[in-house]
């Protein structure tokens, strides 16, 4: 049974400003997210960051995206944010926003 994958708004916002192959690219990897669940973990696609968050890592050309997601139900993840990656570090601006990110909607689901 494949899992759910949901995605913030700004999420797809930035996927969208991405050429056609690339949107491709980043689709391919969140339907492995879909079919293999936390399995993923045990692939080179994900890396734990902080937390119950999580990266997918995303290579196309010669360009590295990152999406960071959390397990946000049963069977399900919610990609909270999203962004290209410059250098061998994960950019801590992007991380410090997908981390708020989760945090606030764990609140909400909890209210």
């Known amino acids: 049974m494949k899992w759910r994958v949901i995605s913030v708004h700004d999420v797809q916002d930035f996927i969208e400003t991405l050429p056609e192959d690339g949107q491709h690219k980043v ?12 399995d993923i ?5 994900a890396k734990h960051v902080e937390g119950d968050l999580w990266e997918l890592r995303v290579q196309w050309r010669r360009l590295f995206i990152r999406l960071f997601y959390y397990r946000s139900g049963d069977r399900e993840f919610t990609i909270v944010g999203a ?28 209210h």
């Open 27 to 38: 689709q391919w990897v969140e339907e492995r997210l879909e079919e293999l669940g936390l």
């Open 41 to 45: 973990a045990r692939t080179d696609w």
């Open 83 to 110: 962004c290209k990656k410059k250098s061998n570090k994960t950019p801590r601006r992007e991380k410090e926003i997908a981390l708020e990110t989760m945090r606030r909607l764990k609140k909400q689901l909890r």
